[in-house]
Every structure is written in C-alpha cells, then in structure tokens.
Nanobody
Framework: QVQLVESGGGLVQAGGSLRLSCAAS????????MGWFRQAPGKEREFVAA????????DYVDSVKGRFTISRDNAKNTVYLQMNSLTPVDTAIYYC?????????????????WGQGTQVTVSS
C-alpha cells in the first residue's frame, strides 16, 4: 500500500514557474517508479514525465521537453516536477503516480497508486 500526497500547485502567469512535490509513504520509496500525469477539462489523462527508481532514467512527453524536469529524493521519499516557461495549455490537474515496475511507462493504467491531484492554472 502506497499513499501519495501532492503539493505545489497554484496560479501562475504565462512564462512563470512552479515546482510540484509528491511525498510517498507506506512502502519503500526507492522500489517505486514514479510518474506525473495531467488532465484538462474534457480531455484524457495525459502522461507528462516519469522517473526510474534510481533516478537514472527519465522520460518526458514531447510538449514539455526542455521546460519540465522530474527528479526524486529517495531520502525524503519525494518526487518533484519543476515546471518552467509555463503556458496556458499547461493548465490542468496534475497527478503523481507510483508503480512497482523497473521500466518506465507512459500508460496511466499501468500505475497502481495515485495522488489526489493538484491544480495548476496558467493565465495569459
């Protein structure tokens, strides 16, 4: 059993930055592959980024490459998503997710545990 608690969402102007955090508990953090997804109104939940259990391997959807950075601090049982150069199309609810697999996945259904979501709103 894994519990995920997200924080860091909010309202920001276009071009600004936010850092999302997701704290995990209930299971050894360094056994988990972690991912970030987002969902805008009327749209499917979309993969954003993922990071392997060691932090060595990362994956990003093309639309955020060069702007977003996923990282993890296993000593703190926390994964981060640093978001720079935000635009209104980034507006969505952002969710962190955890999986026990050793390889990265872009498919939401392959993740077993989810946070409650945190709202990110980017204004023009």
């Amino acid at each position: 059993q894994v519990q995920l608690v997200e924080s860091g969402g909010g309202l920001v102007q276009a071009g600004g930055s936010l850092r999302l955090s997701c704290a995990a508990s209930g299971r050894t953090f360094n056994n988990l592959v972690m991912g970030w997804f987002r969902q805008a109104p009327g749209k499917e939940r979309e993969f954003v980024a993922a990071i392997g259990w060691s932090g060595r391997n990362t994956d990003y959807v093309d639309s955020v490459k060069g702007r977003f950075t996923i990282s993890r601090d296993n000593a703190k049982n926390t994964v981060y998503l640093q978001m720079n150069s935000l635009t209104p199309v980034d507006t969505a609810i952002y969710y962190c997710a955890a999986d026990l697999r050793y390889s990265l996945s872009r498919t939401a259904g392959q993740y077993d545990y989810w946070g409650q979501g945190t709202q990110v709103t980017v204004s023009s």
